[in-house]
C-alpha cells in the first residue's frame, strides 16, 4: 500500500495485559514517529526513529512503555502491564526526511481499550 | 504547560462562509507551523503549512495567517463545505517533534 499502514485497528486488553502495536512506514521514509491520541485530544508525541536510531523518546509516559525499529523499517510499539489510562489512539506518522519540520504521514492509528 | 493553544474548541459555520480557526504559541524556537485535518476514525492529514519568515500563505480555500510578533497564527477556510467539518488541529514543530493543540471541531451547515 502507499500509506502508513497500523496493525491491529482496534485493540482490547485486559488490565496488567502486554500489547504490541505494530507500524509499517512509508517505503524508504526515513523518519518514524508515534503520537498517542486520547479521545477529544490532540496527538501527543511519544517516541521518533530515524532509520533504526531512537533519537528521541522523551514523551513516553513510562518504563512500561517501549518502542522499536530494529531494521529501520517496520516499528513496534509495546506496553507492558497495561493499565486503564493507556486506553487512546495511538499514532504512527513517517517522513521521507529526518525530523517533522516537513510533511509527515500518519496511519489511521491502533485503538487500545483496557478494561 | 500547553505550547500551542487553539481556539474555539468547537465551531458552526454556514455552507459558503468563512471558517476561522486560532492558535498561539509560547516557544520562539518553533520553525515550522502545519495543519493538520482529521475526519473520525482516520489519522490527521496534513492540510498546509507555514514556516515564521512568511507572513501568510494560500491554498486553494485554505489561508495561513502568521503574525510573529504575536506569536500567533490563523487557519481560515473560504466558502466552506460540509465536506470540510472535521477536527482541525494546528501544530509547532522544533526538531524532531510536532506539538499540536487541542483541536477544533468544525460542523459546516449544509
Known amino acids: 500500500g502507499a500509506g502508513v499502514s497500523q496493525s491491529p485497528r482496534y485493540k482490547v486488553a485486559k488490565r496488567g495485559q502486554d500489547v504490541a502495536l505494530r507500524c509499517d512506514p512509508i517505503s524508504g521514509h526515513v523518519s518514524l514517529f508515534w503520537y498517542q491520541q486520547a479521545l477529544g485530544q490532540g496527538p501527543e508525541f511519544l517516541t521518533y526513529?530515524?532509520?533504526?536510531?531512537?533519537?528521541?523518546k522523551s514523551g513516553l509516559p513510562s518504563d512500561r512503555f517501549f518502542a522499536e525499529r530494529p531494521e529501520g523499517s517496520v516499528s513496534t510499539l509495546k506496553i507492558q502491564r497495561t493499565q486503564q489510562e493507556d486506553s487512546a489512539v495511538y499514532l504512527c506518522a513517517s517522513s521521507p526526511r529526518t525530523g517533522m519540520n516537513t510533511e509527515a504521514f500518519f496511519g489511521q492509528g491502533t485503538r487500545l481499550t483496557v478494561v | 504547560q500547553q505550547q500551542v493553544k487553539q481556539s474555539p474548541q468547537s465551531l458552526i459555520v454556514q455552507k459558503g462562509g468563512i471558517s476561522i480557526i486560532n492558535c498561539a504559541y509560547e516557544?520562539?524556537?518553533?520553525?515550522?507551523f502545519p495543519w493538520y485535518q482529521q475526519f473520525p476514525g482516520k489519522g490527521p492529514a496534513l492540510l498546509i503549512a507555514?514556516?515564521?519568515?512568511?507572513s501568510e500563505k494560500k491554498e486553494g480555500r485554505f489561508t495561513i495567517s502568521f503574525n510573529k510578533s504575536a506569536k500567533q497564527f490563523s487557519l481560515h477556510i473560504m466558502d466552506s463545505q460540509p465536506g470540510d467539518s472535521a477536527t482541525y488541529f494546528c501544530a509547532a514543530s522544533l526538531n524532531d517533534k510536532i506539538i499540536f493543540g487541542k483541536g477544533t471541531r468544525l460542523h459546516i451547515l449544509p
Open positions: 526513529f530515524q532509520n533504526e536510531a531512537q533519537l528521541d
Open positions: 507555514i514556516r515564521p519568515d512568511v
Open positions: 516557544n520562539t524556537a518553533f520553525d515550522y
